[in-house]
């Protein structure tokens, strides 16, 4: 009986790959092609389809070449010329613009047509092919960060704040690229809503600070827009502030018509710590003395306003956010996660026109809402008048930051002035991008206090830090109060 040759421990790790042995293959970046081949299907054939697609994607989100020349040709007869997408006039934007041949040609847009399209599935693969081209900018930033961090990196905090807005810019993308509009659409566009606007059948542009006299000025605060108000310690910025802020964002009662939205709003306070916002929104709210709050000295009718003021703001939709030394790069991304988080588009009906009622679609360049089965041609589709709403639509429109002076803008900015200056220009870039009004609390420098006692209001060039604050700013209002000097 022989014996047994004893085995061979197993090995760790894994198996040593033999001489000549193929790597594996280089991973496809993610993608979905019979989902854009579906869509592209839809677009060709579905007008419905196209205006959901557009809505969501744009050429440079396909991961197949010929269908980003494709959907390209698709986006400018439905945008640019107004003209309904198919095969034929496809294929002749694609010869007028020498790329045929990179689009695969005649054979390959009958190809797509006679792709399989679930006209109610459009949305969900355009949603798709949208996430899967951010999935492919977050591998693209993991190597460049990568690349990045295995250099010389001389400022680890600034370096970081660029991956941060990189991040932020993949998370927060969406329709980008848009190609520019002729000016007869645009002044057309305006007129109509204009004229809507003086018979009620459309909500002001203007936000109400509950102010008259402001209100009268400016018309109401405008999104996209910065305002800055300036003035002197003591003078009462917060306390004007707070009120504003919490006047635009009450809740809307059931009596206002349904068109109205309803508006929220966040104030960040660089300064103050929230329960001292809170004790001052209170106060001013139940016309109380600080004074009386602070040394415990409230009377019985005292209490009785405060807690009425307390039940005023348990469903306003107004967030305060009391982090210290807030970059730029951290407040847009906490005013992101607001309006993601309460934002809300209004629910419409079907069509109002008799024997009709079919679902009614919005159309970004028209600015309304269209009915395909009364207007199936989009060279002649028109607005309905008068959709039936019936959900109000709600939005977070209106920030509020105590105060500028106190954000912490680049570590490297040569000087102070230099600093705020970019601080102003990107909360003014802020406004315009997340479509807010941004109204920013400012402190003017002490010039004001050599002046002589009768020439001690406030001018532009009081204000503190920075000349770039008056040119960046689309309104600037100072507070003063003339028995502060007394």
């Not at 102010?211 to 002197?232: H, P, S």
Request: charged share 30%; with cysteine.
């Amino acid at each position: 009986m022989t014996e047994r040759a004893p085995e061979a421990p197993p090995t760790r790790g894994p198996p040593a790959r033999s001489v000549g042995e193929a790597r594996a293959p280089k991973r496809r970046p993610p993608c979905d092609i019979e989902a854009e081949r579906s869509t592209l299907s839809a677009c060709l054939t579905d007008r419905a389809s196209l205006l959901m697609v557009l809505d969501i994607l744009r050429p440079k989100h396909f991961f197949d070449d010929k269908h980003q020349a494709v959907f390209d040709a698709i986006v400018e007869l439905a945008e640019v010329r107004r003209i309904r997408p198919d095969t034929i006039t496809v294929l002749g934007l694609l010869q007028d613009r020498n790329q045929e041949r990179r689009a695969g040609g005649k054979e390959y847009l009958d190809e797509l047509i006679d792709a399989v399209a679930l006209v109610p599935n459009v949305q969900a693969y355009a949603q798709r092919i949208f996430g899967k081209w951010k999935l492919r900018e977050y591998i693209s930033l993991a190597r460049r960060i990568e690349m990045g961090a295995a250099g010389d990196v001389d400022d680890v905090d600034a370096f970081g704040d660029a991956i941060e807005r990189d991040v932020r810019a993949i998370v927060s993308a969406s329709r980008s690229g848009r190609k520019p509009v002729h000016i007869a659409t645009i002044v057309s566009t305006e007129a109509d809503r204009a004229w809507r606007r003086s018979q009620g059948l459309e909500v002001p542009d203007g936000i109400s600070t509950g102010f008259e006299r402001i209100d009268r000025k400016t018309a109401g605060l405008q999104t996209g827009n910065l305002y800055l108000i300036a003035a002197r310690p003591g003078m009462g910025k917060t306390a004007f502030l707070l009120d504003m802020i919490a006047m635009i964002c009450r809740p809307v009662t059931q009596h206002v018509p349904l068109r109205i939205p309803q508006i929220g709003g966040g104030v960040f306070s660089l300064e103050m710590p929230r329960s001292q916002l809170g004790m001052r929104s209170l106060c001013s709210r139940g016309r109380v003395s600080i004074q009386a709050w602070k040394h415990n000295d409230l009377q019985r009718a005292e209490w009785a306003a405060i807690e009425e003021a307390k039940d005023d703001f348990l469903n306003m939709p107004l967030w305060i956010d009391d982090e210290p030394a807030l970059t730029l790069q951290k407040l847009c991304a906490k005013i992101r996660a607001l309006k993601a988080d309460y934002d809300r588009e209004e629910k419409v009906g079907g069509c109002p026109t008799p024997g009709c009622g079919a679902p009614l679609l919005r159309d970004a360049a028209l600015g309304g809402y269209v009915c395909l089965r009364c207007f199936p041609d989009p060279a002649t589709a028109r607005v309905v008048e008068s959709p039936p709403i019936i959900e109000r639509a709600q939005k977070v429109a209106v920030i509020g930051i105590d105060y500028l002076q106190l954000m912490k803008g680049r570590e490297n900015a040569p000087n102070r002035n230099e600093e705020i200056g970019e601080i102003s220009r990107g909360l003014k870039a802020a406004a315009k991008e997340l479509d807010v009004a941004m109204v920013a609390l400012s402190q003017l420098n002490r010039a004001v206090e050599t002046r002589s006692v009768k020439d001690r209001r406030p001018q532009m060039s009081d204000l503190r830090d920075s000349g770039s604050l008056e040119q960046d700013a689309d309104a600037i209002f100072f507070i003063y109060r003339e028995e502060y000097y007394k």
